[in-house]
T-cell receptor, first 114, second 114 residues
């Protein structure tokens, strides 16, 4: 069964460093998403991506964040200068077309900023 | 704006007990409603969904009915198992706006004891 994969599973970084979180969506999906979940809190939407551009972003997704689909298979989230409050689980999701509602989630990357 | 409210956990039950996890929502128009489950160490998996009023979503013995009059989508299972221990998230997807991102509740942890 096709699935969304994410790497790394856990990333530890120092405050101020740049991190790139990687996702491989399901191959024939065209809509891509990043969500995050701060420990013990709800899952929050960050950004959606379609047709090689951002289609929507939340107020959390400020200038320190960016997304890219560099090679037609990977979908990346870059955080330019990490802050302590960026520590969270980051989930990638993808969705097909044709009226499908279901977003398929990856297992997540736990980001720890020290 | 859109929001989802879930009952706080953890919910601790004995095996074979009846489960209810309450979920209510606020949304513009008539959203689609979902329950996602997160098993320990894993990502979010779609458990069930309902796309219009009075629809009943069901999967793996879990059920939820879309109640427009009470804006609710409570999750139920007649007889829980230890393997059902997980965090359950209620979520909505707006229908009448351009936003295609999920709005999640805060999650309810279920612990089933043998």
């Amino acid at each position: 069964e096709p699935e969304v994969t994410q790497t790394p599973s856990h990333q530890v970084t120092q405050m101020g460093q740049e991190v790139i979180l990687r996702c491989v969506p399901i191959s024939n999906h065209l809509y891509f998403y990043w969500y995050r979940q701060i420990l013990g809190q709800k899952v929050e939407f960050l950004v959606s991506f379609y047709n090689n551009e951002i289609s929507e972003k939340s107020e959390i997704f400020d200038d320190q964040f960016s997304v890219e689909r560099p090679d037609g298979s990977n979908f990346t989230l870059k955080i330019r200068s990490t802050k302590l409050e960026d520590s969270a689980m980051y989930f990638c999701a993808s969705k097909g077309t044709g009226g499908s509602y279901e977003q398929y989630f990856g297992p997540g990357t736990r980001l720890t900023v020290t | 704006g859109n929001s989802v409210t879930q009952m706080e956990g953890p919910v601790t039950l004995s095996e074979e007990a009846f489960l209810t996890i309450n979920c209510t929502y606020t949304a513009t128009g008539y959203p689609s409603l979902f329950w996602y489950v997160q098993y320990p160490g894993e990502g979010l998996q779609l458990l069930l969904k309902a796309t219009k009023a009075d629809d009943k979503g069901s999967n793996k013995g879990f059920e939820a009915t879309y109640r427009k009059e009470t804006t609710s989508f409570h999750l139920e299972k007649g007889s829980v198992q230890v393997s059902d221990s997980a965090v359950y998230f209620c979520a909505l997807l707006p229908r009448d706006t351009g936003r295609r991102a999920l709005t999640f509740g805060s999650g309810t942890r279920l612990q089933v004891q043998p």
